[in-house]
């Protein structure tokens, strides 16, 4: 890893997240994507636009995969590539102006160098260095002991827990409980803190597991499909970051289709 770039990616990226906080205090540009929960505000853009203008700037050679298409396309893995989420949970964003995060991740010829995902309202920079470790606000960051699948929170979301995304109420009637914010950068990061043994979602576009991927190389927690087959950052996939202790027994509940045992009323 290079130390002026991993220091360029915590200076802007603290430069952004201040945008963020500011612009709540200005009435913003809304626009609907797919539906009404599916939104794009000026500040994703700006955000993105922000970050690509900085790379271009000061890393002309490397390619952008993001959010908003402000740069790309990307349709191989060669050299140095960014992810980037310019803001996750943007439904979040405008509706709580709150628990929403910053991601970008950073490839080298399609494996992961360094994530970081910035939980913008709490002031909080999670990141990750394959090789180096977790860290937050630039202390290592050391999870909490994470035990069996059964002993167990979950992250996801409460779509995918409600219509039995790939037999998922099976993993749900065998953990504790099932936690979920609206933002993959939030979820991310209890599974990072060890708050939550894994995290599992379907569907996710590359930005919106990139930097995660990356922490979690980073900090030996396993990412791949939900299959367990691996990720690639071209491509759209159902998303499992697991706990060693967990992984092997989360796959096999996920790919091996079982009745559903009793679900936790307050799971
Ligand atoms: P976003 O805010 O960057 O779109 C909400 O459940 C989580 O899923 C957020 O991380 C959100 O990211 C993401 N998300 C929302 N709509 C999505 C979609 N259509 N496809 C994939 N991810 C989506
Ligand atoms: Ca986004």
Redesign the pocket.
Known sequence: MDYQLHHHILVWMEEAAEALRESHSRKLQVDEK?DAS?LVTEMDKATEKFFTEKIRQFYPEHRIIG?EGISGPVNDTNGMIWVI?P?????NFVKQKNNFGIMIGLFYNGKPVAGYIYDVMQHDLYYGIVGEGMYLNNKPLKPLPVGPLNDSLIMG?VGMFSRNQNNCQSLLATVLGARAH????LEVIQVLRGEASLYL?F???P??FAAGYAICEAGGIICTQADGSPLSILEKSPVLFAHPSVYKEAVKILNNPTEIGEINEYA
């Not at 609206?182 to 950068?185: E, N, P, T, V």
């Open positions: 797919k599916d959010e989420d803001i996750d949970g943007t439904l979301n609206g933002s993959a950068a979602s569907g996710l576009h930005w919106d």
